[in-house]
């Protein structure tokens, strides 16, 4: 018998014959810079828990307390009656952190994405993306309905030029801080400029840079100096360097209250359990308070691009805890992270449709909880990779 959806078998052959499978491991240990995973012990260089902080015990006796205090479901949306005090504190101090009237919680990244998106844009409007911006901030464009332009990555004269081609209602440049495949920076000032010269928005999603960069880990916007004006939507995520779980928007009274009403991916959803929010607290202190977490990331990153570059490996530019070692072909980049999987190095092989095709990359990232010896070890183990 045939019948619809006859090819997703072949299909998926395909793209195993492609080498851009996509597998689980799985994790048995906490997460961390040493995890137990397919019952082997491996150094992990994949997480994006830079700071070390998802298996903190401040954290998770935060978590705990949370839950013993709330329980663990929320119970319902924000808008009913989900919306607990532990996540209205945790609002308050994100809005403190960042430098803005307010912030909003949202339960993952991907949904504050495109729930701004949406709320802020429809027919009419045009969005400017970068290339290589997340996969949530395009699908968002996408779905808003407004005109989605998309433009060179990192290429501020592109979008200048884009921009004044473009004459709409409201024109929203959207761009990652920090590059998530590649962990290079955008330039955020220029693109601000653009912002101001045509009366446009820029909205930045910090997933990468908050916490890891700028004066007490501001993010990129902290690390430019740009100001709430010059960045009036701010999007950054509590379960990458934060080591928890949601996300959240930052900026004015007017911005926060439209997503309110007219968010659906808040709207719609049950919140986020107030548990994850006193997490997110813990967090949020120690991503304050600490320093040398971010001192010692970016001493560990500085070592590892100096002896890369000793090995002659070409590293694209990056400032940030994201290294990647561009290697173009799927199966050998898989190849590759397979090879070092066997010698108990988890790097991940990232592949279209990820990163554009021809340019698989192994993307390391690295954590304050990582030694200056593991680094050491890893790029012995490249050496021998011989790439
Ligand atoms: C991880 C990520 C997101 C999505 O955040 P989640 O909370 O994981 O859904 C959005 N934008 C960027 C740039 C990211 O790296």
Known sequence: MTGAFDNLSPQLRQVQEQGLYRKRRILESAQGVEVRMDGRELLNFSSNDYLGLASHPEVVKAMIKGAQHYGVGSGSAHLLCGHSKAHHALEEELADFTGRDRALLFSTGYMANLGVITALLGRGDAVFEDRLNHASLLDGGL???????????????????????????????????????????APLPGLAKIAADNRAWLMVDDAHGIGVLGDKGSGSCGHFGLTPLQAP????????????????????????????????????????????????????????????????????????????????????????????????????????SEALLQQGWLVGAIRPPTVPRGTARLRITFSAQHQFAHVDRLLDALEKMRL
Request: charged share 25%; no cysteine; hydrophobic share 50%.
């Open 143 to 185: 779905y808003s309905g407004a005109r989605l332009k998309r433009f060179r990555h990192a290429d501020v004269d592109a979008l200048a030029a884009a921009v004044q081609k473009i004459p709409a209602e409201n024109r929203l440049i959207v761009s990652d801080g920090v590059f998530s495949m590649d962990g290079d920076l």
């Open 233 to 336: 939507v701010l999007m950054a995520t509590l379960g990458k360097a934060f080591g928890v779980f949601g996300a959240f928007v930052a900026g004015s009274d007017a911005l926060i209250e439209t997503l309110i009403q007219r968010a659906r991916t808040y709207i719609y959803t049950t919140a986020m359990p107030a548990a994850l929010a006193e997490a997110g607290r813990a967090a949020l202190r120690l991503v304050i308070a600490e320093d040398w977490r971010r001192d010692r990331l970016a001493a560990l990153t500085q070592r590892f691009r100096k002896g890369a570059r000793q090995l002659g490996l070409q590293l694209p530019d990056s400032g940030s805890a994201i290294q990647v070692v561009r290697l173009g072909d799927s199966q050998r980049a898989v190849a590759v």
